[in-house]
């Protein structure tokens, strides 16, 4: 089956509801900010990075701001079974373009061939938060998510849940590949890209996660991420423009909400 070529641009807040392709989907942004939800975990997707959703995995996208990009729908069985937003090899995203350009099928192609054998060898990047399966240490995940300046240690949460605290470091190990302390890092700083990509300044992001030093803030996310706060969700060909945060614009919190099953 020939492959589907979309290119979309929302000039505002959008959020889809949970759906799934029949197809895989390879997308890229070459502007703003997206939030992707899955029953395995959330990624944040910045311009300049390329997401592969597999065929039949249920996702939501919630955008941050205005976005534009190109999504592809083809059949690709040797690419991993799972989510993922990867790092894009310098001719990925040209690639991208160009087959979204031309009209000939058998050049499409056969450049199609060339970009995924870049993407065979493309590394996944640090922008995932996976959800553990245990309902009780989902909970304790949605609220971390929610607010990552939440001071509660393992201690107080293994009273809440009612877990002994040996089982809890176990299994949340097991169903999430991190530790509890690595998890709530890695959930602080995919929140302050949130609110980065929302318009939220580095300081106000630093503080609204749990940093009381900026520069420690700022040390920790370009460890995270590769590029400092102040760089992180440029678009492809010039920096965002970013907007003052504001109380009454929400979004940047979302993404952290439990998924809802279905498809459309």
């Not at 894009?88 to 056969?110: F, K, N, Q």
Request: aromatic share 6%.
């Amino acid at each position: 089956m020939p492959i589907q070529i979309r290119r979309f641009r929302h000039d505002g807040r959008f959020d889809s509801p949970i759906h799934a392709h029949e197809r895989g989907q390879l997308f890229a942004l070459d502007r703003g900010l997206a939030l992707i939800r899955s029953g395995v975990g959330d990624w944040i997707m910045p311009a300049g990075r390329l997401c592969w959703m597999p065929a039949g995995v249920p996702h939501g996208v919630l955008t941050l701001g205005p976005v534009a990009g190109t999504s592809l729908y083809l059949d690709a069985a040797d690419l991993p079974p799972q989510p993922a937003v990867l790092r894009a090899p310098p001719l990925a995203l040209p690639l991208l373009d160009r087959i979204a350009e031309i009209d000939d099928p058998g050049r499409r192609e056969r450049l199609l061939a060339v970009l995924l054998d870049e993407l065979r060898a493309a590394p996944e990047e640090p922008l995932r938060l996976p959800t553990p399966r245990d309902p009780r240490l989902r909970r304790m995940a949605a609220a971390l998510a929610a607010d990552p300046a939440d001071p509660r240690r393992l201690d107080d949460w293994a009273g809440l849940l009612n877990i002994p605290k040996r089982t809890l470091v176990r299994r949340f190990k097991a169903e999430t590949g991190l530790s509890f302390v690595q998890w709530r890092h890695h959930a602080r700083l995919i929140r302050a890209a949130a609110l980065l990509g929302g318009g939220a300044l580095v300081t106000e992001a630093a503080l609204a996660v749990g940093y009381d030093s900026v520069s420690a803030f700022i040390t920790r996310f370009r460890a995270g991420f590769g590029v400092t706060p102040g760089r992180f969700g440029t678009d492809r060909a010039e920096p965002q423009i970013r907007r003052a945060a504001t109380p009454d614009r929400p979004d940047a919190a979302m993404f952290c909400r439990l998924n809802r099953p279905g498809r459309h």
